[in-house]
């Protein structure tokens, strides 16, 4: 995670020297900081201070019981500002240290999204009181990218603009009745899968992918968390990190019917960023549980 520094103005941090005065700058001037017990005479914690609005770095760690804070790892973030998903969530903790993953199922996306736990220390409290499941919860996600360009959209007019959305709409109904083993449902997305695998497969040989192709988001790499997206550009900010000075990249995208949250540093960003134009990229992807007990 720490290579996505850079997507929230880091690039310049490199020697274990100044990624130490970082963390104690985070610790000391926090924006946010959250605590729960954990385990005997110990306390889980986490500082989070914004260098931009919504872009900063995490720092998770443990308070022993003579108010001795260790920490375990730091990570950047973007605050998501967008509902992305209503779908149900699971969440499972990684091996190699105090931090979780979240699983989403959204059919509109086509995979399972896997990201990184942002509001850590909110879940292990309500986990530890035996609260779970949470019932009603939404998801807010956001990525970190450090390689992406911007490409101009698709043309379309109004009209073929309704046609997607109804498109979408009876696709995503069709899943629906699919999940809950509506045979019919079934074949009938196979068949349209079929038919539009047949016409994709004789326009690309003429056509540039990215002219047939409007939106994507696909598992990228090894990693269970990062993903290669497509997005329409919603929303675009420059905005600068108070530390370091250099100037990160905020987006609202639209990518597959989901709005989610992207930045990336101005330095690995090709082309010119515009609403209605198009970013392509690879990213970390996180997100926020959304809910009143968290």
């Known amino acids: 995670m720490h290579k996505y520094m850079r997507a929230v103005g880091f690039a310049g941090l490199s020697d274990r020297k100044s990624q130490q005065k970082l963390i104690t700058d985070v610790i000391i001037n926090p924006t946010n900081r959250r605590y729960t017990s954990y385990g005997q005479d110990e306390f889980l914690a986490e500082f989070d201070k914004d260098f931009a609005p919504g872009i900063g770095v995490g720092v998770c760690g443990i308070f022993d019981s003579e108010e001795n804070f260790s920490y375990d790892y730091y990570y950047p973030y973007l605050t998501g500002t967008q509902i992305s998903s209503l779908e149900d969530i699971t969440v499972e903790r990684y091996a190699e240290k105090e931090a ?46 450090i390689q992406g360009s911007i490409l101009l959209p698709i043309a379309k007019n109004e009209r073929d603009i309704r046609k997607i ?17 509506d045979e019919e ?29 409007d939106t994507y988001f696909m598992p990228y790499g090894v990693e269970s968390d990062q993903y290669s997206i497509l997005g329409e550009i919603l929303e675009c900010n420059r905005v600068e990190n108070s530390l370091t000075g250099e100037h990160v990249w905020k987006f609202v995208l639209q990518v597959n019917d989901m709005n989610m949250d992207v930045c990336i540093n101005e330095a690995d960003l090709v082309g010119e960023p515009a609403e209605g134009r198009r970013f392509k990229g690879n990213i970390w992807l996180q997100g926020m549980v959304i809910h009143p007990e968290l």
């Open 100 to 145: 979780y993953a979240g699983i989403c199922d959204d059919y509109k996306i086509g995979v399972s999204l896997i990201f990184y736990l942002q509001n850590m220390v909110p879940y292990v409290k309500v986990l530890s009181s035996g609260q779970l499941p949470l019932v009603g919860t939404s998801l807010s996600l956001s990525g970190l990218s």
């Open 165 to 181: 959305r109804r498109a979408s709409t009876e696709r995503l109904q069709l899943l629906n009745k699919a999940k809950d083993g």
């Open 185 to 213: 449902a079934i074949d009938t997305i196979t068949m349209e899968d079929m038919d539009r695998y047949a016409v994709l497969k004789d326009r690309i040989r003429e056509t540039d992918v990215f002219s047939l192709v």
